[in-house]
């Protein structure tokens, strides 16, 4: 098992930014790819961007190309999600998530089996 917590989310207004942590911990985080998920109230959650166990590849949604960045420390056991120029769209809880994934498997919520419990975002206008 890996347990995951994110931690840093709040409340901010539009065009500030944030980052996002996801500390995992219990089974060797190796070889992981990460992902991070959001959800917004009444909708359904939706890809935000992953990371491979290397960091060298990395996948984002189109909303938010551009704005946020997804990094990793491996010595940290901790992957990152760097959100600026935020707006009220982007208001949701957000969600780390591993898993051994191929690459066309990152934007797949079903294919992740490690879960943290989320972290509130809210983006006021």
């Known amino acids: 098992q890996v347990q995951l917590v994110e931690s840093g989310g709040g409340l901010v207004q539009a065009g500030d930014s944030l980052r996002l942590s996801c500390a995992a911990s219990?089974?060797?985080?190796?070889?992981?790819?990460m992902g991070w998920f959001r959800q917004a109230p009444g909708t359904e959650r939706e890809f935000v961007a992953a990371i491979s166990w290397t960091g060298d590849n990395s996948y984002y949604a189109e909303s938010v190309k551009g704005r946020f960045t997804v990094s990793r420390d491996n010595a940290k056991s901790t992957v990152y999600l760097q959100m600026n120029s935020l707006k009220p769209v982007d208001t949701a809880v957000y969600y780390c998530?591993?898993?051994?994934?191929?690459?066309?498997?990152?934007?797949?919520?079903?294919?992740?089996?490690?879960w943290g419990q989320g972290t509130q975002v809210t983006v006021s206008s």
């Open positions: 998530a591993a898993g051994w994934l191929s690459v066309g498997s990152w934007t797949n919520q079903y294919a992740y089996p490690y």
């Open positions: 219990g089974r060797t985080f190796s070889g992981y790819a």
